[in-house]
């Protein structure tokens, strides 16, 4: 549904797509993470064709997005990372307003309202004005009126922002059900839980380029290596294997069992380990992946990343 090639983009001086490249296909949901700044909302507006990229190509169903641009711009549905709902206009209004710039005919479009508006939750206040709305319902409609039409393909920027639990999940039932119905789903999030819930596979924007793109299994895997760190409280005592890192002793190589690990660790310290101030614990996660992939702080090995990545 949507192939993507080496996307450059710079604003000014700064580069922030050096050579992007993503496919996602009919029916799959693509999870897309980084850091702040690291040029998600770019690339998206550019996928969705409103940015032009300085070098690359967007090719959505088989066409070039940028030569087709009415063609393909119908089969896309886009909620930006900013609010894009009309305050002064009902609930009802913003809604009918995308679904009938969507190309839909006006009854179709009062069918997809009712039941757009059933599956955010917000049936019952298709009637009020949208200023009048929750923090929460805000970001429920302005996801709505992306999927009023049932695109193809769909970006999704941070839909979640301000949701409580309730907002959030209904907001998750929606997206699988548009993958279900065979659309691709692109989706940002800085709740990385979110992902493991929707089952999306994950691509991590870093340093300008899509760094991994793999199924979550996966990249848990590869990346999510387990961690320990002993945290002291004043000096740090040597122990052969393990190394200091400020206040902390991490082992030296990755270890696969970190309880066991600390726990060694302790009983060889035995009296030095007297100005222990706490033991950190890293699983095998998308989080601690996560943290890897970016070279984050964190207690995962980066070494190992690197080589990971490198092969
Ligand atoms: N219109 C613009 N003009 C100049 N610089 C911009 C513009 N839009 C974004 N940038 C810069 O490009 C970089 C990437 O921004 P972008 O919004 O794409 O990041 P992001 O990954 O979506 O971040 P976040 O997680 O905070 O939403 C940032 O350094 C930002 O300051
Ligand atoms: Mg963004």
């Given at each position: 549904m949507l192939e993507i090639r080496d996307l450059t983009k710079a604003y000014g001086d700064?580069?922030?797509?050096?050579?992007?490249?993503?496919?996602?296909?009919?029916?799959?949901?693509?999870?897309?993470?980084?850091?702040?700044?690291?040029?998600?909302?770019?690339?998206?507006?550019?996928?969705?064709?409103?940015?032009?990229?300085?070098?690359?190509?967007?090719?959505?169903?088989?066409?070039?997005?940028?030569?087709?641009?009415?063609?393909?711009?119908?089969?896309?549905?886009?909620?930006?990372?900013?609010?894009?709902?009309?305050?002064?206009?009902?609930?009802?209004?913003?809604?009918?307003?995308?679904?009938?710039?969507?190309?839909?005919?006006?009854?179709?479009?009062?069918?997809?309202?009712?039941?757009?508006?059933?599956?955010?939750?917000?049936?019952?206040?298709?009637?009020?004005?949208?200023?009048?709305?929750?923090?929460g319902q805000k970001r429920r409609l302005h996801t709505a009126m992306a999927v009023i039409h049932r695109p193809k393909l769909v970006f999704l920027d941070e839909p979640t922002v301000g949701a409580d639990v309730a907002s959030r999940a209904g907001i998750l039932d929606v997206v699988r059900q548009l993958a279900a119905e065979g659309a691709a789903v692109v989706y940002t999030t800085h709740y990385l839980t979110e992902l493991e819930q929707l089952g999306a596979a994950i691509a991590v924007l870093h340093a300008g380029r899509i760094a991994v793109r793999a199924p979550l299994p996966e990249v848990i895997a590869r990346f999510g290596a387990a961690g320990v760190a002993l945290r002291f409280a004043g000096e740090v005592p040597h122990l052969p294997g393990w190394r200091v890192d400020g206040a902390r002793l991490v082992p030296e190589e990755t270890v696969a069992d970190p309880v066991a690990a600390a726990a060694q660790a302790l009983a060889a310290l035995g009296a030095r380990a007297g100005g222990l101030a706490g033991v950190e614990i890293v699983r095998p996660s998308l989080e601690s992946a996560y943290l890897a992939i970016t070279g984050q702080p964190g207690v995962a090995q980066t070494e190992e990343v690197v080589d990971a990545l490198a092969a």
């Open positions: 700064h580069r922030v797509l050096l050579g992007v490249d993503l496919d996602v296909g009919a029916g799959e949901i693509v999870g897309l993470l980084g850091p702040n700044g690291a040029g998600k909302t770019t690339l998206i507006s550019i996928a969705a064709g409103l940015r032009r990229p300085d070098r690359g190509s967007v090719r959505i169903a088989g066409r070039d997005a940028m030569r087709h641009r009415p063609l393909t711009a119908r089969l896309i549905g886009l909620a930006p990372q900013d609010l894009g709902i009309y305050p002064t206009l009902t609930v009802r209004q913003n809604l009918m307003f995308f679904a009938r710039l969507a190309g839909l005919g006006p009854s179709v479009a009062r069918r997809q309202v009712d039941s757009t508006a059933e599956a955010f939750d917000l049936a019952d206040r298709l009637n009020h004005r949208a200023e009048t709305l929750s923090g």
